[in-house]
């Protein structure tokens, strides 16, 4: 187990984000949820999370968004990208703001699981 | 003018020569003529100044001056016509081969519309041997749904001839032998000769042009279809996330369920994930450019291919066989392309009712730097009629087929520069191969970001060599 790891997820669907919370907390993870990009940003700032989920289009601006802000803060905070798009120039572009990975809407919990657990795995070597 | 020998070689130049050469000796005639005034003329000079008892010395002069003259003109008619042969017969030797190596169908028809010649690749369109079709009507040629239409263009043609394309804007067709049809582009030219007027038509078999057009119509429609179904796919995505999270979360909790009711969460689940499976291949559709590629095992990428349908399979009917070359060397891919790609092929397999599956991987024998893939079934096979439909859009022997997956599966693999072939026997089952380029260097223009196909092969089929898992 990877411990306790600050987890932030953004995503407008709030039954979703809602869901990915529970499921991340009962395997021991501490869970931000944030609807759109500001609060995203504004979690970001105030909680400097280990780990970010964030939807690619969100209400206010795109999910691109949040993750240039938190590669304006931290290099290498992984930042994982999920959208129900899976264009070339989506991926591009989320990656070119620093994006560590991109999933296909609907992701699977399994593979959501594997993913974190990735992700986190080179931090808690450190 | 009198130098000028060589015909223009057009097609009717040979013609034209004949012309010419015809008017020559009326011209050397009248030379001949001229000069036998002039000698004339000259010689009574000559006469008078010469003494009268030298009548047979005149006499024989006369006579010798008049064969010398006979014989220039002779020499330079003879010349004349030599040349005028050797060019006529060069440029009917280099029409001759125009009409005999042309890729399109050459027909010349008189001024009744009886055919008079027709070249071998008219020969090979129209099925029929010269020697049969020549006298004939050239609306033999013609479907019979256009026959008489033709033969009233046909005669309103030869009052005002001039070279144009047949029937332009109209669905032309040439009629076969054996009475099928083929599209046709023709153009028709006028030739006039010294025995009438020849039309000559030349005509192109357009099938291929036809098909290929068709086939960019039917990609239109697809395209547009795809992107209708792409944007309800992505409607769809988050309430089957929502759904598949919260089943999860039912399943995962520390609450007791009754065994029924974890069966029919464990129903539901799959059923989502199956959803989200048409969905993603839905979206998929309507991708215009390959995405992110990568280095993909593709004996990895199999295992993994496994393990996600082989966890669907019903229960003792199904068992893989995994033969894999261990030694292959990557291939430039899209991981997710490649997964739908081997899921989409073993799902058919199943849904054909195979209880074995057989994939191997292995260098392709027959072409250097590619990989090769086979996934043999053997289920129900496929009806040799059914084949060349296979990777059709929209095309589907399943009851709940959408008749995407292979036609998807090709697309995919062909934007990876690879190809798929099929080979199957009803009742006997069912083999796609499936090529694919190998990286060149492995070690260049790695994405080294973390993604869910590095991730380590499970133990039961990661060292597979003619391994069973399953059943």
Same mark, same amino acid.
């Not at chain 2, 539901?268 to 095992?297: C, T, W, Y």
């Not at chain 2, 054909?352 to 991987?361: Q, S």
């Given at each position: 187990? !990877?411990?306790? @790891?600050?987890? %932030? /997820?953004?995503?407008d669907?709030? *039954? &979703? #984000?809602d869901?990915?919370?529970r499921l991340?907390?009962?395997a021991?993870h501490?869970?931000l949820?944030?609807?759109d !990009?500001?609060? @995203?940003?504004? %979690? /970001?700032?105030?909680?400097?999370? *280990? &780990? #970010?989920i964030t ?7 795109s999910?691109?968004?949040v ?11 992984p ?48 | 003018?009198a ?18 050469v015809?008017s ?6 009248l030379y001949?003529a001229l ?5 004339v ?6 006469l ?19 064969a010398?003259l ?5 020499n330079?008619?003879?010349?004349t016509?030599?040349i ?14 125009y009409f005999?190596s042309s890729?399109?169908?050459?027909i010349?028809a ?13 020969q ?7 020697m ?17 239409r033709?033969?009233?263009?046909r ?11 047949m029937?332009r ?5 040439g009629r076969?032998?054996?009475?099928s049809?083929f ?9 006039h ?5 020849l ?8 099938t ?14 697809v395209d ?13 995505n988050?309430?089957l996330?929502v759904m ?7 399943l ?17 689940q799959?059923?989502i994930?199956?959803a989200?499976?048409?969905s ?5 559709l309507?991708?215009q450019?390959?995405g ?24 003792g ?5 995994t033969?894999l070359d261990?030694?292959l060397?990557p ?5 997710t ?8 092929f073993?799902?058919?397999?199943r849904?054909?009712?195979a ?7 292995a260098?392709?024998p ?6 090769q ?6 289920g129900?096979g496929?009806e040799?009629?059914?084949l ?14 959408t ?9 995919i ?10 080979e199957?026997?009803?009742g ?16 260049s ?8 196909d590095?991730?380590?092969a499970p133990p ?8 069973q898992?399953?059943?």
């Amino acid at each position: 187990m !990877a411990g306790q @790891a600050t987890i %932030l /997820i953004v995503d407008d669907e709030r *039954d &979703l #984000v809602d869901a990915y919370m529970r499921l991340l907390e009962r395997a021991g993870h501490r869970c931000l949820g944030a609807f759109d !990009a500001s609060e @995203a940003i504004q %979690l /970001i700032d105030a909680e400097s999370p *280990d &780990l #970010v989920i964030t939807d690619l289009s969100l209400p206010d601006t795109s999910g691109i968004e949040v993750v240039r802000h938190i590669r304006s803060k931290s290099k290498d905070t992984p930042v994982i990208v999920m959208s129900g798009h899976n264009t070339p120039e989506l991926n591009e572009a989320a990656h070119a703001a620093g994006a560590s990975m991109s999933l296909l809407k609907p992701v699977s919990i399994a593979v959501l699981r594997r993913v974190i657990a990735e992700a986190l795995a080179p931090k808690a070597r450190a | 003018m009198a130098r000028n020998d060589l015909p223009k070689l057009t097609e009717h130049g040979a013609l034209n020569h004949v012309s010419v050469v015809r008017s020559r000796p009326v011209r050397i005639a009248l030379y001949y003529a001229l000069g036998g005034l002039i000698w004339v003329a000259v010689s009574d000079r000559v006469l008078s100044l010469m003494p009268a008892h030298s009548y047979d010395l005149n006499r024989l002069m006369f006579v010798g001056v008049n064969a010398l003259l006979l014989y220039l003109v002779a020499n330079r008619y003879m010349k004349t016509i030599r040349i005028s042969v050797a060019a006529r017969e060069e440029a009917l030797v280099r029409a001759r081969g125009y009409f005999e190596s042309s890729v399109e169908g050459i027909i010349s028809a008189d001024s009744n519309g009886m055919i008079r010649q027709l070249n071998p690749r008219g020969q090979e369109l129209f099925g029929y041997h010269e020697m049969e079709i020549v006298g004939q009507p050239i609306e033999v040629l013609v479907p019979q749904r256009f026959r008489y239409r033709h033969e009233a263009h046909r005669s309103a043609f030869f009052t005002a001839p001039r070279s144009r394309m047949m029937g332009r804007g109209m669905e032309i067709a040439g009629r076969r032998k054996d009475g099928s049809e083929f599209p046709a582009e023709i153009s028709l030219n006028v030739v006039h000769t010294h025995r009438g007027k020849l039309v000559i038509a030349f005509v192109t078999d357009i099938t291929e042009r036809r098909a290929m057009e068709r086939e960019a119509r039917r990609n239109e429609t697809v395209d547009a279809l795809a992107a209708v179904a792409a944007g309800i796919a992505h409607e769809l995505n988050n309430p089957l996330a929502v759904m598949a999270s919260r089943i999860e979360l039912m399943l995962t909790s520390d609450q007791d369920l009754s065994a029924q009711t974890r069966e029919d969460l464990l129903v539901l689940q799959k059923n989502i994930e199956r959803a989200s499976r048409i969905s993603h291949n839905m979206l998929s559709l309507a991708r215009q450019r390959p995405g992110v590629r990568q280095a993909v095992d593709m004996n990895v990428a199999v295992e993994d291919a496994i393990l996600i349908v082989g966890a669907d399979a019903k229960a003792g009917v199904l068992r893989y066989d995994t033969s894999l070359d261990l030694s292959l060397p990557p291939v430039m891919a899209e991981p997710t392309g490649v997964e739908q790609v081997l899921i989409n092929f073993i799902l058919n397999a199943r849904d054909a009712g195979a209880r074995v599956i057989r994939i191997e991987t292995a260098l392709a024998p027959s072409r250097a730097g590619y990989l090769q893939l086979t996934i043999s079934d053997d289920g129900a096979g496929i009806e040799s009629s059914v084949l060349p439909k296979l990777f059709q859009p929209f095309f589907t022997t399943k009851a709940k087929g959408t008749g995407l997956g292979l036609w998807l599966s090709q697309r995919i693999v062909q934007d990876h520069g690879g190809a798929i072939t099929v080979e199957s026997e009803k009742g006997k089952g069912t083999t796609f191969t499936i090529l694919l380029p190998t990286m060149a260097d492995s070690s260049s223009d790695l994405v080294t970001l973390p993604t869910a196909d590095k991730r380590q092969a499970p133990p039961q089929v990661a060292a597979a060599r003619s391994n069973q898992s399953g059943g």
